[in-house]
């Protein structure tokens, strides 16, 4: 199984900051990644496809970066709605598989 | 607009059976491969299965092999998952998705049911 690390596991950060979340597979995926915005009672949410794809009707302040074995989240200022938590999901070979998230704080 | 709406959960005692629903609406169901994703309480996601469009595509986590049987009824726009054996460490809150590409089974998903509660408890 492909196994995928995210870090950091939590993030504090203000308003208007520039926050990374990086995440790494345990081997190469080429650009077999998503990533998912989750608010606390709520489903995940699809922000990123193939790496680097922005889903439809999702802010352009979220950008996603990276191939292979490393990639990046980045939210190029930090708004109010975007304190949630962010989980990395593979889907380069079954079993899918997610990151353990990152929680970004209010700092 | 799409819709996924879960049902099924509930209080279920270790080694007990449990079958969820996913009733789905506002796009063509047939087209799209469909997941299920669990979050035990405070913790992360972890992908369950995936059915094929047609049903003919079917994958399993390791975890649950040989005791979930995830299937679909196209006729009735409704996913479902079948759990049997359940342990302690299943309680979760279970959630259906769409996968984003149509033809795919292997993908991300674009639209996320609310989730339903399994409680795995004596």
């Known amino acids: 199984d492909i196994q995928m690390t995210q870090s950091p596991s939590s993030v504090s950060a203000s308003v208007g900051d520039r926050v990374t979340i990086t995440c790494r597979a345990s081997q190469g995926i080429s650009s077999w990644l998503a990533w998912y915005q989750q608010k606390p009672g709520k489903a995940p949410k699809l922000l990123i496809y193939?790496?680097?794809s922005l889903q439809s009707g999702v802010p352009s302040r979220f950008s996603g970066g990276g191939s292979g074995t490393d990639f990046t989240l980045t939210i190029s200022s930090l708004q109010p709605e975007d304190f949630a938590t962010y989980y990395c999901?593979?889907?380069?070979?079954?079993?899918?598989?997610f990151g353990g998230g990152t929680k970004v704080e209010i700092k | 607009e799409v819709q996924l709406l879960e049902s099924g959960g509930g209080l279920v005692q270790p080694g007990g059976s449990l079958r969820l629903s996913c009733a789905a609406s506002g796009f063509t169901f047939s087209n799209y491969a469909m997941n299920w994703v669990r979050q035990a309480p405070g913790k992360g996601l972890e992908w369950v299965s995936v059915i094929s469009g047609s049903g003919g595509s079917i994958y399993y986590a390791d975890s649950v092999k040989g005791r979930f049987i995830i299937s679909r009824d196209n006729s009735k726009n409704t996913l479902y998952l079948q759990m049997n054996s359940l342990r302690a460490e299943e309680t979760a809150i279970y959630y259906c998705?769409?996968?984003?590409?149509?033809?795919?089974?292997?993908?991300?998903?674009?639209?996320w049911g609310q989730g339903t509660l399994v409680t795995v408890s004596s």
């Open positions: 999901q593979q889907a380069d070979s079954f079993p899918l598989t």
């Open positions: 193939a790496a680097s």
């Open positions: 998705a769409k996968t984003r590409r149509s033809g795919y089974v292997r993908a991300e998903a674009d639209y």
